[in-house]
């Protein structure tokens, strides 16, 4: 949960752009195991937030992609922890919560909480996978997760879609769609072609 008083400090514009919402908050253990454990697909480590085209950029990869957490205060080549100071929680909340909400189009919401360590905080802003696919920065560019590094979408064909009627489906695609009350995903196929009015021709070419 976001801290209260870093809140009542971010002008209005500011506030959209975090939620509110009860997050389950990281302890100091779980986020030395997160270091630990090398960055991962869903997890972004940043010494300090000094490249803001770079940090929206990632921002958006995670809105595509499964959603995942950038972590402020940690090396992402030595995993060496550099604590924030309380002025530096207040400019790097008031730069993420900026960056979310002009950035990153359409705008989206994120959660931002601290930890404390030795010697000071990190900051650690969750952002969740999108539902307004595709996102995309400020000079229309659309980025996905890619391991745990992003990758610029050329072109649409990029960007794939699965659809699936299997509930234990774990979302691989950039965009998933999955109806665990349809008896196959031809059906999901076939209700899709009928929404969309498609002709013979069409809905031949999806064979």
């Not at 950029?57 to 080549?77: P, Q, T, W, Y």
């Not at 002009?102 to 030795?118: A, G, M, Y």
């Not at 999955?178 to 196929?189: F, K, L, N, R, Y």
Request: hydrophobic share 35%.
């Amino acid at each position: 949960m976001i801290q209260t008083d870093f809140y009542l400090l971010l002008p209005l514009s500011r506030k959209k752009a975090v939620s509110l919402q009860k997050t389950y908050r990281m302890t100091e253990k779980e986020l030395m195991e997160t270091r630990d454990g090398a960055e991962v697909t869903k997890v972004q480590f940043k010494e300090r937030v000094l490249d803001k085209y770079d940090t929206a950029c990632e921002l958006v990869a995670f809105s595509n992609s499964r959603g995942g957490k950038i972590i402020v205060g940690i090396n992402d080549k030595t995993g060496n922890i550099n604590p924030l100071s309380f002025v530096e929680i207040q400019e790097t909340t008031n730069l993420l919560t900026n960056l979310a909400s002009e950035n990153v189009f359409p705008n989206i919401l994120i959660s931002i909480d601290t930890v404390k360590v030795d010697g000071g905080q990190v900051v650690i802003a969750t952002i969740p996978e999108g539902k307004n696919k595709p996102y995309h920065d400020n000079k229309g560019i659309v980025w996905v997760k890619n391991g745990s590094d992003k990758r610029r979408v050329f072109d649409n064909a990029e960007f794939t879609i699965e659809l699936d009627h299997h509930k234990t489906n774990d979302n691989y695609a950039d965009l998933s769609y999955v109806d665990a009350t349809a008896s196959a995903t031809g059906e999901i196929v076939f209700e899709l072609l009928k929404l969309m009015k498609a002709t013979k021709e069409i809905a031949n070419s999806y064979g």
